[in-house]
């Protein structure tokens, strides 16, 4: 059974008025038809359609963890979790070509749909979903499609702990509402805000909230930065092209909800005479070159984060959630 914090139940238009409503704003001129449902405010979609959607996410996901085949998925994902689900599972068939000896069908239950209202594509919607996997986190998916002949795919999956969304804006008939990534009203732009995170996370500052995703990551960091016969170096870029882009939802206190993307590089270098520690199997199978004296990862990050309206509250963002996934390794 799923819920709707995007529209209401009574009164809800009917699937095929929506997406007749999504397919045309027309212009009759000269006996002609002119498309403009680009230009139209309309909610994404419908109820009955997202629930679709992550039914259908779902299946695909099982297929391809299940065999180890990104192509099984390929057509349900896009932008980070496209690029760290395809490496998972590149390296996950290059360690078990028979298929995943550890295959656990993932189930999303009691999804909530936050379905915003906006002009243009790409159109997209948030699901929170309770799932049999990532403790007793939620799992938070964005669909995304840029037109209504394609598939819905999922461009961010971020886990955050149960209770700790906001509450959304909504209109009179429930729809939630899309903020532009070039809202200057809040705290971080959603444009600047994989930019601002990654140079939060290489030089410090004031700008995020204390957290495991933010504080206690760069002590980390720190900790590994100089080992006896190791030194481990960290490049840290903002990631915003094509489905990378930030997707951001108005919060009921003017604030927003914001999705979006990093890369991550982590070099270690080993002493003269030393040696870098073995990597995993995963590592290893999306390694090119031969671990000599240094191993270079490079990671895509997806992460939600808190951005209060500006001169509210502590004027900090903060990083609800994020899912890290190694995509390719260099040896030299």
């Known amino acids: 059974m799923s819920r709707d914090r995007g529209s209401r139940r009574p009164g809800r238009p009917a699937r095929g008025t929506l997406m007749a409503a999504l397919a045309t704003a027309v212009a009759m001129t000269s006996g002609c038809v002119v498309v403009h449902g680009e230009r139209e405010v309309l909610p994404a979609t419908t109820r009955a359609e997202a629930a679709k959607a992550l039914e259908e996410f779902t299946a ?43 295959h656990t069908p993932l189930a999303l239950t009691d999804p909530v749909f936050t379905i915003p209202k906006k002009a243009g594509w790409p159109r997209w919607f948030v699901a929170d979903a309770e799932a049999n996997k990532g403790g007793d986190s939620h799992w938070l998916l964005v669909f995304t499609r840029h037109g209504l002949d394609e598939t819905w795919k999922v461009a961010y999956l971020t886990l955050v702990a149960p209770g700790s969304l906001p509450g959304f804006r909504t ?9 532009p990534a070039d809202e200057d009203g809040l705290t971080v732009t959603p444009a600047g805000m994989s930019a601002g995170y990654a140079a ?19 002590q980390t960091r720190a900790q590994r930065t100089t080992r006896p016969g190791l030194v481990t170096q960290y490049i840290d870029e903002a ?21 979006f993307a990093s890369r991550h590089f982590e070099k270690q270098t080993a002493a003269r005479g030393a040696s870098v520690p073995a990597p995993n199997r995963d590592v290893l199978a999306l390694t090119d070159g031969e671990i000599r004296q240094s191993l270079t990862m490079e990671f895509v990050s997806n992460q939600v984060a808190l951005d209060p309206a500006k001169g509210t509250g502590d004027g900090k963002v903060t990083v609800l959630g994020r899912v890290q996934g190694l995509t390719s390794a260099k040896g030299e």
Do not use: M, Q
Request: proline share 5%; net charge negative.
């Open 60 to 102: 695909a996901y099982n297929k391809a963890d299940k065999a180890y085949d990104p192509a099984l998925d390929a057509g349900h994902t896009t932008g980070p979790l496209a690029a760290i689900d395809a490496a998972r599972l590149k390296a996950g068939r290059a360690n078990n070509p028979d298929g995943n000896p550890s």
């Open 171 to 179: 209109d009179a008939d429930g729809w939630a509402e899309a903020v």
């Open 200 to 218: 939060y996370l290489t030089d410090g500052g004031s700008g995020f909230a204390d957290g495991v995703h933010t504080s206690t990551w760069r």
């Open 239 to 259: 990631l915003t092209e094509g489905d990378h882009a930030p997707l951001a939802l108005r919060t009921k206190d003017g604030g927003a909800l914001v999705f």
